[in-house]
């Protein structure tokens, strides 16, 4: 089943500092996981996609836009489908969660933005399952 979800954290804080968290999160799955700290805003990231390879992007610092496509075939999608856009924020808390059968793409809206990326494959199945399409195949959000 392809789909795509957003898990909502929370946060706490009271005189010892500060936390984010998110109960509902079950990592199970992962096997890996990475940090991108992109040089600037103006820089896209995309399009990048799986058909099986699942991911969860977490923004710990700054924000991103991150836009979404749903293919319909790897091999010759459709040039015609509209991304979905959505913003995740550090102030924010929450966990984007996609499934194999989607591209994203994504750009930094603050300096020293992070996003931590955690996957269900390993690199060297994830590069097996790894599609990449031209940034102007499908018109983003930015």
Sequence with gaps: ???HNLIHGANFSDERGGLNFFNSFEMKEIVRMYEIAPSDT????GWQGHKEEK??????SGSFVMNL????????PSRIITPERLLLASEKPSILEISGGYATGFKAQE???KLLVFSNFSLEESKNDDFRFPLGQWPGQW
């Design 69 to 76: 496509i749903q293919i319909d075939d790897f091999d010759s």
């Design 111 to 113: 300096e020293n933005s």
């Design 55 to 60: 991911k969860w992007f977490y923004c710990h």
């Design 42 to 45: 103006s820089t896209i990231r």
């Design 1 to 3: 089943m392809v789909f």
